[in-house]
């Protein structure tokens, strides 16, 4: 069985020693998804709404909360991100809005923490610039989608669990 690395022997939480890992490319990609009323979904799509535009804040939002993701999360190593890139997609069907963030870093730990920290952030942004039009928007299936890179490789979630 696999054990804990952010836990030392004696069960104290530490930072995990990269050190001695190699640099290489290391890529990750997240998914949020915010559900919402089809009149708030049809206000965002719009660009109607009296805050500005909600995804292009969400965006930034986004971006922003990947390189603080060590100043959020403790036990994070700070990262130098080469690339951030945070998109939407409106499904009316669903009225949602479905985010996706992918984080590139060329180093020697993964960037999955801060994608979802982007992907999340950015549903959050979404909520808050919403809510006033509809408190009862819900952030659902926040997850890792995809990493590359490292000593563990290629790993991408079953397409049967990413709907």
């Known amino acids: 069985m696999s054990k804990l690395t952010h836990i030392d022997e004696t069960g104290a939480a530490r930072m995990v020693d990269v050190g001695a890992k190699t640099i290489s490319e290391r890529v990750a990609v997240a998914r949020a998804i ?10 965002l799509e719009q660009g109607g709404h009296k805050k500005g535009d909600v995804l292009a804040v969400a965006r930034i939002a986004g971006i922003q909360a990947a390189k603080k993701c060590s100043d959020l999360i403790p036990l ?5 991100l080469t690339s951030v890139e945070v998109s939407f997609e ?9 985010i ?11 960037v999955e923490m ?9 549903a959050l942004t979404i909520y808050d610039m919403c809510k006033a ?10 997850g890792l989608l995809e ?17």
């Open 100 to 110: 996706q963030a992918c984080c590139k870093v060329s180093g020697q730990t993964g």
């Open 34 to 43: 915010v559900s919402m009323q089809a009149q708030t979904l049809v206000l």
């Open 76 to 80: 994070c190593h700070p990262l130098m």
């Open 147 to 163: 990493k590359q890179g490292g000593k563990s490789g290629h790993w991408l979630r079953d397409e049967a669990a990413r709907d």
């Open 114 to 122: 801060e994608a979802l920290t982007a992907a999340t952030i950015a």
């Open 90 to 98: 409106t499904d009316p069907e669903s009225s949602s809005v479905v």
């Open 133 to 142: 039009v509809d408190k009862g928007m819900e952030i659902q299936s926040v």
